[in-house]
């Protein structure tokens, strides 16, 4: 069975300081993955898609980057936080080479930025 | 401009009722409309989902009608129940598009008993 686990589950983080969030697939090979994000009682933004390993594509500019590693890897980062970056971060799956029929969802990060 | 909208934006309904939730899209490139449900705290999950060349689709007590000419759907929730109250997002992509969905704001549906 596929599993997916982000982490941690919960950050609260001071302005200015860095942040990288992890996600793991297991049981499917090559999939896609996806970060999204979304502010309490929001929508869900795309951030990030990736294909294949080393590869990324950004949706949406938020002075966020995205990485790769491994086949089953997803991470999220960046340099400096922003209050706005508070909110509910979520990696997704795909089957891979398909289309984004339906996305499997983590059960999130909850970021505060303070 | 947001290309998913989705209304009313908070709906309640009495145990029993049928709920609802209406989307509306603009890009006619899009044919694949998935619903998702979430619960606070949780990720979504696929409730349920339509390709444009078919009107409606229905899974237990969960319809979706769809309007190609009009650019409009509806989730129909029939026989609500208190277990229904979550958040419901519409989302739509191209076909053969790996690069993601497209979220409306979400509706929020309390069934009350």
């Known amino acids: 069975a596929q599993t997916i686990h982000q982490w941690p589950v919960a950050e609260i983080k001071a302005v200015g300081s860095p942040l990288s969030l992890g996600c793991t697939i297991k049981?499917?090979?090559?999939?896609?993955l996806y970060w999204y994000w979304q502010a309490t009682g929001g929508t869900l933004q795309q951030l990030f898609y990736?294909?294949?390993?080393?590869?990324v594509e950004s949706v949406v500019q938020l002075n966020l980057s995205a990485s790769r590693p491994k086949d089953d890897q997803f991470i999220l980062s960046t340099e400096k936080l922003l209050l706005s970056h508070s909110g509910f971060y979520l990696c997704?799956?795909?089957?891979?080479?398909?289309?984004?029929?339906?996305?499997?969802f983590g059960s999130g990060t909850r970021l505060t930025v303070l | 401009q947001q290309q998913v909208r989705q209304s009313p934006q908070s709906l309640t309904v009495w145990e029993g009722e049928t709920a609802i939730l209406n989307c509306s899209y603009e890009?006619?490139?899009?044919?694949?409309f998935p619903w998702y449900q979430q619960f606070p705290g949780e990720g979504p999950a696929l409730l349920i989902s339509?390709?444009?060349?078919?009107d409606k689709k229905e899974d237990g007590r969960f319809t979706i009608f769809f309007n190609k000419r009009e650019k409009k759907l509806s989730l129909h929730i029939t026989d609500s129940q208190p277990g229904d109250s979550a958040t419901y997002f519409c989302?739509?992509?191209?076909?053969?598009?790996?690069?993601?969905?497209?979220f409306g704001l979400g509706t929020r549906v309390s069934v009350f008993p």
């Open positions: 990736s294909i294949t390993v080393g590869q």
């Open positions: 989302a739509a992509s191209e076909d053969n598009y790996a690069q993601g969905l497209t």
């Open positions: 890009d006619s490139t899009f044919n694949y």
């Open positions: 997704a799956w795909s089957l891979r080479g398909t289309s984004a029929e339906t996305l499997y």
């Open positions: 049981g499917k090979s090559s999939p896609n």
């Open positions: 339509i390709r444009s060349v078919s």
